[in-house]
């Protein structure tokens, strides 16, 4: 039977994400409610604007019920926002942010810059068993620590000739993936990060 | 291969992200404040809002640069700033502050009565506003990211929002209820591109993302446009020209999301106070209406 994979769609690019998990062999499935979740397989957090969604997720009471689901082994995978609203701590939150907190890493926000700062890129997709990909950032966070239990997945360089740094971009802890990039907005392609995690991460 | 900036993927990439969400016209860093903590995605930094030009008169132009700095410092989430339609040296000016978002809007005084900005020359994406489909379609082809459908600013009066939402969706509709033959007509009566117009008769909806604006005021309002087929919504003078705010703001957000369903509406529409006290569009004489700005 075909996995039904739920996406959060408090605000943010749900219908990439649709798109992507039906293209990837399983059923999509609009999550806005608690008793949303009682019917999915896995969940995944769109790209959007993370205070946004995490105040959302707050007024509608979904905060718990997900971080219970997630710490359950309800698998989830978040793009972009979604990553944030994953991570433990966030550095340049907003105000008081508040997260699910159940992935055990650090995340900076906005951490390649502005708009005007946003880019695409070639990222090598080895480590999941795909191909590369054109990964794009937009205003994009990275992960700045990691626990122990988080696997990097892909990494990319930041800064100038002098000084180069490696931030994580690709991240799995168990039953929870993380992107700093949106593997759900190419179109004409294969979404192998959908299809490692509706077939490995959520197996 | 190295990073790129400034692609198409890019810029309308950030809109995407936008979709379900409002944007909110702020005039200082107090108010920024007061939408992001309401649940913005974004905010609109400008020294007036619409309802002040219009009482105010004169010509309005682009901001102080350190008043949009000083958005920019107060809040975390995307600050979008507006330009005049065609003036492209305050386009420069923005993109140099690091605005995320450039509005080249009707609202200010047009600069040029001839051409929109060439949008393809900057980093930084552009919301450029529609009242129908082959305005739209020439934006996008300056090289627009993302489409607003407008309405009539400062009023509080949604019925012109409604009339181009509509007017925009129902011709996407009818393109793709065409005979292929049939669209190079249509591209010339929408005078717009054919390779835009084919596109949208096959895809069914504009090549970017579409937002509406102008006179949304409340959140049944922002429920309304929702419902007519737009990705999210900006609301200008309707917050802060309020009895309360920071209720009607987050009120306007919780609508938003949940547009589909009238008992959340109801529920977050009650106890929000004075709603702004508007004008009629009708009221306006035509030579004012700032939404037939554009060409």
Redesign the interface.
Known sequence: MKKRVGVLALQGDVREHSRAIQQSGAVSVSVKRQEDLASIDALIIPGGESTTIGKLLRIFELLDPLKKSISEGLPVFGTCAGMILLAKDVIDGSHGQETIGTMDITVRRNAFGRQVDSFEKSLDLSNIGAGSLTAVFIRAPWIEKQGSNVQALASVESGNESHRESHVVLARQDRQLAASFHPEILEGQRYEVHEYFIREVAS | ???????S??KR??A??????VIMDVVNAEQAKIA??A????VMALERVPADIRAQGGVARMSDPSMIEEIQRA????VMAKARIGHFAEAQIL?VL????IDESEVLTPADYENHIDKWNF???FVCGATNLGEALRRINEGAAMIRSKGEAGTGDVSNATTHIRKITGEIRRLTSMREDELYVAAKELQAPYALVKEVAETGKLPVVLFTAGGIATPADASMMMQLGADGVFIGSGIFKSGNPAERASAC??AT??FDDPKVVAQVSRGLGDAMVGINVSDIPVPHRLAERGW
């Open positions: 291969m190295s990073e790129v900036t400034g692609t993927r890019v990439g950030m995407e992200m936008l979709k379900g969400g992001e903590d649940g913005a995605v974004a809040v975390s989430i995307p993109q690091g605005v995320d978002y980093t930084v994406p957000v919780k999301t949940f």
